[in-house]
């Protein structure tokens, strides 16, 4: 029969072994993922919903694949970077109401994104589709926006996929 001080020593040592192991994985995946960057919030001030122009809104239907006519909007507005580094790919959040109140993106907040925010002020403006029977004026509520100090990559280091969609003439 074995006895319970020889489990519990032979349990200490089985635990102690796990922890290191555990450990020294932890440390593996850390030493492959990049360097984290953090989020910088970008205040968004001056936001605003205005009709697009007659080229931009011609053909407009809802996003939900139903075809149904929609009307076009730009929501525009200036994004205040009080960094002294350029930030990128700051996505855009807000709820948008018609004007009845009602949401307009029903479980929609990301908007859009600004591809780059230059220290200081800068205007931006994000196109949206609603669908056309609601009364105007929509109704801009809690907009937000941050982005990263260097620029999001779609692509892992190594493979041939890159994301330099502007230059791809197939795009």
Not at 83 to 88: D, L
Not at 120 to 148: H, Y
């Amino acid at each position: 029969m074995v006895e319970t001080a020889q489990i519990s020593r032979w349990g200490q040592r089985f635990l102690g072994k796990l922890a290191a192991v555990m450990a020294m994985l932890v440390l593996a995946v850390a030493s492959f993922a990049g360097p984290a960057e953090a989020m910088t919030k970008i205040p968004l001030t001056k936001v605003e919903a205005n009709p697009c122009p007659a080229e931009m809104a011609e053909g407009s239907v809802t996003s939900d694949g139903s075809g149904r006519p929609a009307d076009c909007y730009l929501i525009s507005g200036v994004a205040t970077n009080t960094t002294n580094k350029v930030v990128y790919d700051a996505d855009v959040f807000g709820r948008v109401y018609d004007s009845e109140h009602n949401s307009v993106m029903e479980n929609r907040t990301r908007l859009g994104l600004i591809p780059e925010v230059p220290p200081g002020k800068t205007d931006f403006s994000i196109r949206i589709s609603v669908p056309a029977s609601l009364e105007p004026p929509l109704i801009l509520e809690q907009f937000r926006s941050s982005g990263f100090g260097s620029a999001v990559r779609l692509s892992l280091p190594g493979s041939d996929f890159d994301n330099d969609f502007e230059n791809d003439e197939d795009f």
